[in-house]
Structures are given as C-alpha cells and as structure tokens.
C-alpha cells in the first residue's frame, strides 16, 4: 500500500529503468548522482494520487521560500506522460514515470527472513526489475529553471522483470546447449 507523509512517498509496486543505484553517474555535463527512472503503470491511481499530492505540498513550500511567494509559470514537475513524452520506449507504454535522484547513495534492499537485507551486487537491482521506490519532493530555483524534482531515499526489490538494455538471458541463449544435467552438450 501506498503511502503519503508531506512530501514523502512511498510507492506501490512499480519498475526501474536507467538504474544507477550503486555508483553515481553524470548526464549531460551535470555533477555525477544516484538516479533511477520510476515507472509507475496508469492503472495504480493510488500511488499516482499521492505523488500529486506531494508535489503540490512542495509548491506550496516553493512559492513561500524559492519562488518570492507567486507561483511561476512554465514550472517544470517531475511526474510525466510515458505515453507522451517516451513514445518510442515500450517499456514507457501504459505508465507515468518520475525521474529519481540523490547526491548521497540510497539504501538498496530485499526482504529476507529476519528482515531488509541490503543489496550491493548490481544483477540484484537492475533496470528492468520491479520493486517499491521511498522519494521525496522539493521545491527548486536554480539558474533561472523554477519547478519540483523528486529525491531518491531508499529502494526495496520486490522481484525480477525483463532486463532493459538488450541484455539477455544466458539460460534462453544456451537452451539448446544443455542436457538434462546441465553439462552442455559438446562437452560431451
């Protein structure tokens, strides 16, 4: 379940892409950060619901302490169209997504046991994965751009997906190589 405590959200279920969680990595000429691409499908409208609300607490905060109390125009949000602005990504089909970040590395965990356990092997956590996002929301004033950008807190895997990248399985790529008991083939 979904849930909302000011500008904090903690997502239902959702999937990652461009997940880089465990090293920081710099785009376009920016400072390096954590980041991941949160992909939310237009069905969950709770976890949507919150996100609205949270990002309308943060220009409240933003008109009184960034923006000299009047709300700009042309302010940028984070929460976006998949369908609209990613139309060429299929993975992007069907979802609304936020764009994640944090100078500071966010807790990566599992649930095991006894408990969260964290992850730091990256084919754990990887895009294409699914699992639940805790962000924040926040007001901004920086060179000229006025809007709301979204914080990476922590991250729960909650299970595997398809791994975006092109990568494949090394399993559906050898298949035809493996015997009963697993000793390929032309090993004899």
């Not at 923006?67 to 609304?96: F, V």
């Amino acid at each position: 379940m979904a849930k909302l405590n000011g500008t904090r959200v903690t997502t239902n279920e959702v999937r990652f892409s461009y997940a880089h969680v465990f090293e920081p990595h710099a785009m376009e000429g920016n400072d390096p950060k954590y980041s991941v691409s949160i992909l939310i499908p237009k069905t969950d409208t709770e976890t949507v619901q919150m996100i609205e609300k949270a990002i309308e607490t943060a220009k409240k905060e933003g008109k009184d302490s960034k923006w000299s109390g009047k709300m700009p125009p042309n302010l940028k949000l984070p929460l976006r169209d998949g369908d609209t602005d990613r139309p060429d990504d299929e993975a992007y089909a069907g979802h609304w997504f936020i764009n994640a970040s944090s100078r500071t590395k966010p807790g990566v965990f599992k649930k095991g046991s006894a408990g969260l356990i964290e992850i730091s092997d990256e084919s754990e956590f990887y895009s294409g994965c699914y699992g639940v996002a805790a962000v924040n929301f926040y007001p901004y004033n920086a060179n000229g751009n006025r809007g709301v950008a979204c914080g990476l807190n922590n991250l729960l895997f909650t299970r595997d997906g398809e791994a975006f990248g092109g990568r494949s399985n090394p399993e559906d790529d050898f298949a035809d190589m493996l015997s009963d008991d697993d000793t390929p083939d032309f090993l004899g």
